[in-house]
């Protein structure tokens, strides 16, 4: 304990001993972990707003349906409202959102357009917290109950039927049957998201009047949930499939992982990305390093000489140089820390791509990203990069152990 | 002398020289590879795009763009295909007429664009010919002929597989009926799932005909062998398109998202490389004051003896650049190895397939190395370095021989 203290204080020292090199060696290392979490950062607000664009469009943390509805979506296909115990379960804590809706393909036709499109029936009070529904409408109004006459269209696509707000329109949908569905519903509000493929995509009438102009009585096509914590899903959903087991119902059960491939398959190649680049980034930082305390180390060999020749062991030259090296990544890797958690924090309120952000929305992300302090991964590459000096400067700590008293003190400079 | 000096100086610590040139050879071999990657990704991204459907270049109607109804069509004036012939990187160019429609089977019914194409050179603008999974593509004749290509995830909402009819049902032209029934001779899949599901082709004569278009068309798609030499014709193609009263659109103008997509990438991946650059300059430099400040009785013997501080000063920044050549040269062999290696085996993302598809990419990504990937980086590295060592070299005007001479 008393020898930890003095190595301790010897390399605090010796530190500062040539402070211009330390200062540069701390920038160099600082800036390597500032550039690290700053961007891991933003690269993970730019994964969870594609993350949150796919779920609130409709997808929600889970969707049940019929089965073979995924595979043909088709009115054919078609599940009950969850029945009583479903039906607590669905109320749960755990559960954040829930909504029945009734979604079939369907073409639209105003006075001088037509367009294919998928109709969604909803009930406008449980979409709250559910999907982008309720607080996308920039004209008109949205529906007050599931009874609500009226239609809501996406801005770009009332553009492409050359129609408006107070129009007509006809939607013709197939029926149980196989016969066409024709009704007439004025536009009673317009949306607008930032995907402009999901405003062409999607027309909203509410549940009720979906249900009877496809004359399907209360059936619907889809459940569709959102939780509180999302860590929970795979336990509720596996709670969900144990009850339709017991109560001998076939539904289609699936998270948003299965029914978003490519929202999973981007979120796995950013942190993949985010790994990669840490460790190149340390390799960079390790060249510096070794070669600071390299130099440290040489320039101090009729020292380390002196002190073997007075009784110091070898290794404790080797934990000496370790310790400094410690301290010196670590100054290095706080400060660098530091500074990249108050740089999110500064953009924290929102980062607005501007003009680049036609390009993020092509991606399936949003306008504005707001990057947030991950403790964990930003912890995760400051130790990584802490640590992993810790290792490479073993080679230079070995080295100044392994000078010989006598001929170090002797050589000249 | 002097260069002999610094060569020398150079191997006093080999060891040292070997890291810090090691340290610009990794930096730079990876500002190599990474802007190759992209650019490699960028180029086939905007091909494979491009091809899929848009060609290089459309010519349309004024205001088709933002209204794409089927009344702004435009009738093909005198010569117009002719002028665009003569133009030297223009390979293709075919005409298309597009109108949405009600596609019936027997069980289902599923809204579709209808797209109306000249069945031989479609085949060159457009690789849906050549995706074709089932069935065939519509026969070269341009005939008027009731046969239709349908997207997979359409023939399957629609339950119809080849040799099936179907009836389309839409408006014309003039605002009448638009009634026809087709068999399905083809059915495509694009890895676009919006083509897949919504997309069916039929013969541009049937097309006009159904859709009363009194001969007209909506767009005429360009194409040529590579967009970069493409690009160069844009405007003898928009002279063209204005002299008809017609406008011309290149592929910024078809795919607006995809260059802001582009310009996005870049500009998230220049901080990791600004970062990079600073990280390994800064150890540079530290190197290099440190070969400085440890050889500071040298020079004061130096200095004493007569030597200029400004030859001392020429020696320190020919040991740098002796350094950054070094570590320039081993870099760039290095970063150029690498790139041409995964220019030719590619890059193979076998997980992310499905990502790449969906941005009209193939499962590999190709580098592409030309004389800017190739140097820009290493060269910002080594301006940069040569810039830092501006602090070290004041050093040595500051020096006075005696004091100098006495420095432990």
Same mark, same amino acid.
């Not at chain 1, 820390?337 to 980062?351: A, D, H, K, R, V």
């Not at chain 2, 603008?125 to 002929?145: C, H, M, W, Y």
């Not at chain 2, 941005?359 to 301006?383: R, V």
């Given at each position: ?9 010897l390399s605090?020292?010796n ?275 070794v070669?600071?305390l390299l130099m440290a180390v040489y320039e101090r060999t009729r020292e380390f000489g002196l002190l073997q020749?007075?009784?110091m062991k070898p290794s404790y030259i080797m934990y000496m140089i370790l310790i400094e090296s ?67 400067s073993l080679y230079p700590a070995w080295r100044a152990s392994r000078e010989v008293p006598?001929?170090t ?5 | ?56 270049? /459309? ?48 069980? %289902? ?26 069935? %065939? ?35 014309? %032209? ?144 020919? /040991? ?89």
């Open positions: 304990m008393e020898k930890l203290k003095l190595f301790i204080s605090w020292r530190l500062w001993r040539n402070y211009r090199r330390t200062l540069i060696t701390f920038s160099s290392i600082g800036i390597g972990v500032w550039a690290m979490i700053v961007l891991a950062s933003l690269m993970e607000a730019w994964a969870m707003s594609t993350f949150n664009a796919s779920i609130n469009t409709l997808t929600g943390h889970a969707q049940i349906h019929a089965e073979m509805y995924l595979q043909d979506p088709n009115i054919e296909y078609r599940i009950d409202i969850p029945n009583e115990k479903q039906t607590a379960l669905l109320n749960s804590d755990a559960v954040k959102a829930w909504s029945v809706r009734v979604r079939v393909p369907a073409v639209v036709q105003s006075e001088r357009e037509n367009a294919p499109l998928m109709l969604v029936g909803i009930n406008p009070q449980a979409e709250n917290g559910l999907s982008f529904i309720p607080d996308s409408i920039t004209k008109g109004t949205y529906f007050n109950d599931a009874d609500s006459p009226g239609i809501l269209l996406g801005t770009k696509l009332a553009k492409r039927l050359r129609t408006e707000l107070n129009k007509r329109v006809v939607i013709l949908s197939q029926g149980p049957g196989g016969d066409i569905k024709e009704r007439g519903f004025r536009v009673t509000g317009i949306y607008e998201v930032e995907q402009e493929d999901t405003e062409t995509q999607y027309a909203f009438i509410s549940l009720n009047k979906a249900q009877s102009m496809l004359k399907i009585d209360g059936d619907i096509s889809e459940v569709s949930f959102v939780l509180h914590n999302l860590d929970e899903l795979d336990h509720f959903l596996e709670k969900y499939k144990k009850l339709n087991t017991l109560s001998n119902i076939k539904q289609d059960i699936k998270s948003w992982s299965e029914l978003e491939p490519f929202t999973l398959a981007l979120l796995d190649m950013t942190s993949g990305t985010i790994a990669l680049l840490t460790v190149i980034m340390f390799i960079l930082i390790a060249f510096g390093l070669n600071t020749a007075l009784g410690t301290f010196l990544m670590g100054i290095g890797v706080i400060a660098g820390t530091l500074i990249s958690l108050s740089t999110i924090e500064f953009f924290s309120s929102g980062l607005d791509l501007g003009a680049l952000a036609e390009g993020s929305t092509m991606f399936g992300a949003g306008r504005i990203m707001y990057p947030e302090i991950h403790w964990l991964q930003s912890s995760i590459i400051a130790m990584f990069v802490w640590i992993m000096g810790i290792i490479t006598i001929e003190i002797n050589k000249a400079y | 002398m002097i260069f002999g000096l610094a060569w020398r100086n150079s191997w006093r610590q080999p060891r040292r020289t070997i890291l810090s040139s090691l340290a610009i050879a990794f930096t730079s071999a990876f500002l190599i590879f990474m802007p190759s990657l992209q650019y490699g990704s960028y180029i086939s991204m905007v091909e494979n795009t491009l091809r899929l459907f848009d060609g290089y270049a /459309e010519i349309q109607q004024p205001g088709y763009r933002d209204n794409p109804e089927i009344r702004n069509s435009l009738k093909i004036p005198d010569g117009l295909i002719n002028d665009l012939k003569n133009i030297k990187n223009i390979k293709t160019i075919s005409q298309r007429a597009i109108s949405f429609a009600l596609l019936a089977s027997n069980q %289902r019914s599923f809204g579709a664009q209808i797209v109306g194409v000249q069945s031989d050179s479609e085949a060159l603008v457009s690789t849906i010919p050549n995706n074709i999974k089932q069935g %065939r593509f519509l026969l070269n004749d341009n005939s008027n002929s009731n046969e239709i290509v349908l997207g997979k995830v359409l023939a399957k909402n629609l339950k119809v597989s080849i040799g099936d009819k179907v009836t389309l049902l839409g408006n014309g %032209r003039n605002g009448s009926l638009a009634a026809d029934s087709l068999t399905v001779v083809g059915i495509f899949s694009t890895g676009i799932s919006a083509m897949d599901r919504l997309m069916a082709e039929i013969s541009l004569q049937r097309f006009q005909q159904t859709f009363s278009m009194n001969q007209q068309v909506h767009s005429i798609t360009l194409s040529g062998t590579d967009i970069s030499s493409f690009q160069n014709s844009m405007k003898s193609i928009y002279a063209i398109a204005r002299k008809n009263n017609l406008v011309a659109l290149d592929w910024q103008q078809l795919q607006p998202g995809l260059m802001k997509g582009i310009l996005l990438d870049i500009s998230t991946s220049l901080p990791l490389y600004i970062a990079m650059v600073l990280v390994v300059t800064f150890s540079l430099l530290n190197s290099i004051l440190m070969s400085v400040l440890e050889r500071t009785r040298e020079f004061g013997v130096l200095l004493s003896l007569g030597m200029r501080p400004s030859n001392i000063a020429k020696m320190i920044w020919l /040991e740098t650049i002796i350094l950054i050549i070094l570590g320039l040269l081993i870099g760039i062999a290095l970063g150029y190895a690498l790139t041409e290696y995964y220019a030719h085996v590619g890059i193979h993302f076998e997980e992310a397939q499905e990502i790449f598809s969906e941005y009209g990419l193939p499962n590999a990504m190709y580098p592409q190395l030309n004389w800017f990937t190739l140097l820009i980086g290493p060269g910002i590295i080594g301006l940069s370095i040569l810039a830092s060592t501006i602090f070290p070299v004041m050093r040595i005007y500051k020096m006075q021989p005696v004091p100098a001479m006495k420095a432990v």
